[in-house]
């Protein structure tokens, strides 16, 4: 049986170790350790903890889900979130189960109507699996990432 329910303060550093499990066994160019993990369950706890929320399998932590609210032109939309399971207990349904729990609160809280998210692309899942869940690709938008120090050295190059 899986039991979907609020995050609690004392289980993030847990949840940091299950996300570094989940992201590590990947390979996807992410290098996660227990404490910046722990440091972005800390920073998504602080920012929205009513949307934060943990799947247990017979009383053992198997994952989470987290997003957080944003107001946007044409509404209320999840950003910056995450869903990660224990690989243990990967496609049980558990990663279906907790989005169910954080679209249906969210959408009653908040009134959401979209959830804007990143997800890799080195393999197939899990885009793949969100496509079945209903989401689509933006093509018209693209992840981009500026290196700080480099940016500021180009603009300074610039004056």
Request: avoid cysteine.
């Amino acid at each position: 049986m899986i039991l979907i329910r609020p995050v609690l303060l004392k289980e993030l550093k847990h949840l940091a170790s299950i996300y570094v499990a989940s992201y590590n066994s990947i390979n996807i160019g992410e290098k996660w350790n227990t404490k910046t993990a722990f440091e972005l369950m800390r920073y998504f706890f602080q920012q929205q903890p009513d949307l934060f929320f943990t799947a247990f399998v017979e009383k053992r932590l198997a994952g989470a889900t987290v997003a957080m609210v944003k107001p946007w032109w044409d509404g209320n939309h999840l950003i910056d979130g995450e869903v990660f399971v224990d690989p243990r207990y990967q496609k049980k349904g558990i990663g279906t189960k907790l989005i169910k729990k954080l679209f249906q609160t969210a959408n009653q809280k908040y009134r959401v109507i979209s959830w804007d998210t990143y997800t890799h692309i080195v393999y197939d899942h899990p885009l793949t699996w969100y496509k079945t869940l209903g989401f689509k690709n933006i093509r018209s938008w693209t992840m981009i990432s500026g290196n700080v120090k480099r940016v500021l050295k180009n603009i300074s190059n610039e004056n």
